[in-house]
């Protein structure tokens, strides 16, 4: 085949999605944020009532929602059972959450088979924690995409600063939790798989992420 998937797995933070939406778009490839889909059964199952204890509910629950990702203006727009939650899965509750209910075995089931189908033909690009390791372990091309907690942080601060208030120390070390959750869960903890290039963007701009993984796409055909 002339197509591949590539994974692009890293803590929070680190640019993954604009660069998989970037690299996606040169290569003419499928972008698919797999954060997007815990965060809109966060957002659903928060609504609902349901906590991530409540572990028949939330599986049941997990297993009713209909998750579409479409191309939107800004990269990817998220439904829900044909409801646009795209701005709703940013929220501070969300993102203060979304671990917790990522860990809970039945809702990784749903998404990772929901993943794979949507991986199944070749040519995504699809960003996480766990792709590489263990939604897509045959994924042609595995990227570990880090930065300092620091640089993350100051990132992430610019981006939302202006509609949320918050100190860039808290989101520093909101960060730091998010990626200790993720790390020590039981069940496709974020790992660096270990046959997967690690890239550190500490100091990179965007482009040159980009530039970088498209260069190493090219050596895997
Ligand atoms: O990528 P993003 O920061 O939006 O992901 C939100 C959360 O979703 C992560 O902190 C993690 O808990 C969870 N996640 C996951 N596995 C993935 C992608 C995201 O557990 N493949």
Do not use: W
């Not at 692009?8 to 889909?37: C, F, N």
């Not at 209910?101 to 794979?116: C, D, H, K, N």
């Not at 942080?153 to 520093?172: F, G, H, N, P, V």
């Amino acid at each position: 085949s002339d197509r591949m998937n590539i994974a692009i797995d890293g803590p929070a933070g680190a640019g993954k999605s604009t660069v998989a939406r970037k690299v996606a778009g040169q290569l003419g490839y499928v972008y698919i944020d797999t954060g997007a889909m815990y965060r809109a059964v966060t957002y659903t199952a928060q609504r609902a009532g349901v906590s991530p204890e409540q572990t028949a509910r939330l599986a049941e629950l997990t297993r009713s929602l209909q998750i579409d990702l479409r191309p939107g203006d800004h990269g990817q727009s998220v439904y829900v059972n044909g409801e646009d939650v795209t701005a709703s899965i940013r929220s501070r509750e969300v993102t203060l959450q979304v671990s917790y209910y990522a860990a809970i075995e039945s809702v990784r089931e749903v998404l990772g088979t929901l993943q794979r189908q949507l991986a199944a033909r070749k040519g995504v690009v699809m960003d996480g924690r766990d792709i590489g390791s263990h939604v897509l372990p045959d994924a042609e091309l595995k990227v570990f995409l880090t930065a300092s907690v620091e640089e993350r942080a100051a990132r992430r601060y610019r981006e939302i600063s202006d509609s949320q208030s918050i100190t860039l120390r808290q989101l520093e070390s909101e960060i730091a939790e998010r990626d200790r959750l993720d790390e020590q869960r039981a069940i496709s903890p974020l790992v660096c798989a270990s046959d997967a290039v690690v890239l550190d963007s500490t100091g990179m701009t965007i482009d040159e992420v980009v530039a970088a993984i498209v260069k190493l796409s090219r050596t895997k055909l």
